[in-house]
Each structure stands twice: as structure tokens, then as C-alpha cells.
């Protein structure tokens, strides 16, 4: 008789328990591990590309062939573009001067 009383109570019991525990964690983990991790995460990543990156420079300022290929890429560059700003000043002259030619006709 008494097996029988005990039995639905520590059903109730460990369910109730569990439940409680579960809960628990579940905001433990949504407000304060998710943002930790992802925190540390993202400083990690941050770290590795700055350290990668410093390291793939240093590595390009003694390499000569790099050295080529920019200052050739740069020269045609600026080339592209200092055409781009002539044409445009030519454009810009002669529009001037067809004004000043129809004010002079008038």
C-alpha cells in the first residue's frame, strides 16, 4: 500500500525536477553562454585575420614580383583615370567655348 502512494509522487517528482533543470540551462545557455560564445567567437576570427593578414603583407613588401605588378597595375590606373578626367575637360572647354560663341552671335 504504501509502494503504491510512493510511486506517483516520485513520478511527479523527478518530472518536476527535470522540468525545473531544463529550464534552467535553457536560460542559462540563451543569456549568458550564447552571447559568451559568441563574443569570444568573433574576437577569435578577428584575431586570426589580423595576425594572417599582417603576416601576408610583410610577406608582399619583400616580394619584388609584387612589387612589379603594382607599381604596373597603379601606372594603368591612374592612366584610365587621368584619361577619363581629360576627356571630361575637353568636353567641359568646348561646351564653354560653343557658349561663348552663341553670346558673342547675339
Known sequence: MIEEI????????????????FTLLSVLFIFIISKMTSKIFSDEITHLMKETLSKNINS?????EYKEFIKTNLNNIIDKE?????????????????????VKLK
Do not use: W
Open 82 to 102: 587621368f584619361d577619363k578626367i581629360d576627356k571630361k575637360l575637353i568636353d567641359i572647354k568646348n561646351k564653354i567655348e560653343d557658349n561663348n560663341e552663341v
Open 60 to 64: 608582399f613588401r619583400d616580394n619584388k
Open 6 to 21: 510512493i510511486q506517483p509522487q516520485f513520478i511527479m517528482n523527478v518530472y518536476l525536477h527535470s522540468l525545473i533543470l
